[in-house]
């Protein structure tokens, strides 16, 4: 009797060593969630069950493979822990997803490429919805139109458009997500000469908080339209937009003209001078970077997509600052200098950034950023300023709910630190220099916040747009279920 007992549990034993993950995958218990007002609630198994049989693609809980990997952000100091994660496969689940989210009022969090700096696409104890298994892009070459599922990743679309000829702006980096970047605004090094990404989005499908999926164009709910470009993610979840595509010539001149420190002020006093006349084809930013241990340098990153014979002339001003350290100009495939700043290992540093459009440049804007840059051998930092203007700016500003047309940059701290060190020193240092640049600032960029900034600064940012965008956010989202990200609040 003994031995057949213990006989028995030696087989259980061994049955659980071969087969653990499979059967802590079954064991789904009584889950504990948030909901988006901050409080409590039990989801019970049998409701966890059914969402897991209704769905074609994945519903992850923290036990389970794959989990870890979903509900991290490209920025490693965000470390938060959703009660579930639905990775959908398509409009479908993301309905399943967004139903179920509603019924229950839980913390929704939704993610594309996992680039929001804030880490808005993950969140403790609610639901993240994971679109990263809808991702792919289709072009139609006739039509010059490009069908980007919501969980693309910029690369991807450039990859399939350049294949003829065709490119819509994208951001500079080719592990960004479409969903982010293009709800928010989308600059570029195309932008200048073909408009924001969100400029060239000609129509979306989104399901909106109430679980429908709708299609928004200038014909078809002319409002959301407006809306979902500029409005960040607020109004629901993009399943797939449709983008208008440009010929352009794939091979374009790309690189870096750098400059010893010295040289800085004067750098940036002919970047200010020089880049409101910039030909459009042209996009230069220009940065003062403060890497720890080693010489600071100051320089501009170029692309220029026009006819080569005219690049020198087109340098012409920024050249005359001096003799630079290195002048790495080179005709280089677009798709390449797309992936040139990618990150190898994008979780290897902490990161924090601050931004603000600026319509000029002072000198007195010049002073301040020069005099405030971290001489800290424990942080790097960069000083930084995106072009915009050309195409971006000749868009009325009432157009789309993206407002800021007026901006010759956006002007960006942003720092790094070892993973492993202390987050808040380095943040408190970025915090207490940017209120020394931003009063040169109008307006903020709203990829680039850290989240809940309030209905004021919101209404503020939104230069005359906001009242409208409250509006509709009653309309579509009465119950804030989108609240994670530049948050509109309900009119
Ligand atoms: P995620 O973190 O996945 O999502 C951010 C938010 O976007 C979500 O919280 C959600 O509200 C919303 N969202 C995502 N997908 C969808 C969807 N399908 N439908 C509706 N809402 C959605 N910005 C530029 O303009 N130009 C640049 O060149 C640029 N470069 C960057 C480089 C790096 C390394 C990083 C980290 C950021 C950069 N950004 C740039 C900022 C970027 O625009 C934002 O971080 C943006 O949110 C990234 O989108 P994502 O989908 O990767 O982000």
């Known amino acids: 009797m003994h031995r057949r007992h213990l006989l028995r549990s030696t087989v259980a034993l061994a049955l659980v060593a071969a087969f653990p993950k499979k059967l802590f995958a079954e064991m789904i218990a009584d889950l504990s969630a948030v909901r988006g007002d901050g409080s409590q609630v039990t989801i019970p ?20 493979p794959g989990y870890d990997q979903a509900r991290l952000v490209q920025n490693p100091v965000i470390d938060r822990h959703p009660a579930l994660i639905i990775q959908p496969t398509g409009v479908a689940d993301v309905r399943t997803a967004v139903n179920f989210a509603r019924s229950l009022d839980l913390l929704v969090a939704v993610k594309c490429g996992g680039h929001s700096f804030s880490g808005q696409s993950t969140c403790n104890g609610g639901v993240q919805i994971d679109l990263s298994p809808m991702r792919g892009v289709r072009v139609d070459p006739q039509l010059r139109r490009a069908w980007v599922a919501g969980g693309t990743l910029l690369g991807a679309v450039d990859h399939e458009a350049l294949a003829f000829g065709l490119v819509t702006p994208l951001g500079t980096v080719s592990h960004t997500g479409v969903g982010g970047l293009t709800t928010g605004g989308g600059f570029g090094r195309m932008a200048r000469r073909f408009g924001l990404a969100l400029d060239n989005v000609t129509a979306v499908d989104i399901v909106t908080p109430d ?66 006349q910039a030909p459009d084809d042209l996009y230069l930013d220009a940065w003062v970077a403060c890497p720890p241990g080693k010489p600071q340098v100051c320089g501009v990153n170029v692309c220029y997509s026009g006819a080569a014979r005219d690049f020198d002339k087109v340098m012409a001003p920024m050249r005359k600052v001096g003799t630079p350290l290195a002048d790495g100009f080179k005709a280089i495939d677009y798709e390449q200098l797309q992936r040139a700043t990618d990150d190898t290992d994008a979780r ?83 915090r207490d220099f940017w209120k020394k640049l931003e009063p040169y600032t109008r307006g903020f960029y709203v990829n680039e916040v850290e989240g809940n900034e309030g209905a004021s600064r919101m209404n503020a940012n939104y230069l005359g747009n906001y009242a409208r965008l409250a509006a509709l956010k009653r309309k579509y989202d009465p119950t804030n279920l989108f609240r994670l990200n530049a948050n509109i609040t309900p009119a």
């Open 45 to 64: 198994a049998g409701v966890l069950k059914d969402l897991k049989a209704s769905l074609r693609g994945r519903l992850l809980l923290a036990q389970d």
């Open 211 to 276: 679980g429908l999926l709708r299609r928004a164009s200038a014909k078809d709910n002319p409002d959301l339209y407006w809306g979902v470009r500029g409005g960040g993610g607020n109004f629901g979840i993009v399943t797939s937009f449709e983008f208008a595509l440009h010929a352009a010539d794939r091979q374009v001149i790309g690189g870096t003209l750098a400059f010893p420190i010295e040289r800085a002020r004067e750098l940036l006093q002919r970047y200010a001078e020089y880049t409101p």
């Open 348 to 430: 290897s540093e902490g990161n924090y950034t601050k931004n603000g459009f600026v319509s000029a440049i002072t000198e007195a804007n010049i002073d301040d950023l020069l005099a405030g840059r971290s001489t800290d051998a424990r942080r790097s930092s960069i000083l930084y300023f995106q072009h915009c203007g050309g195409a971006i700016g000749r868009v009325p500003a009432q157009a789309t709910a993206f407002p800021h047309r007026h901006a010759l940059a956006n002007m960006m701290v942003m720092t790094n630190w070892p993973v492993a060190a202390d987050a808040q020193p380095h943040m408190q240092w970025a």
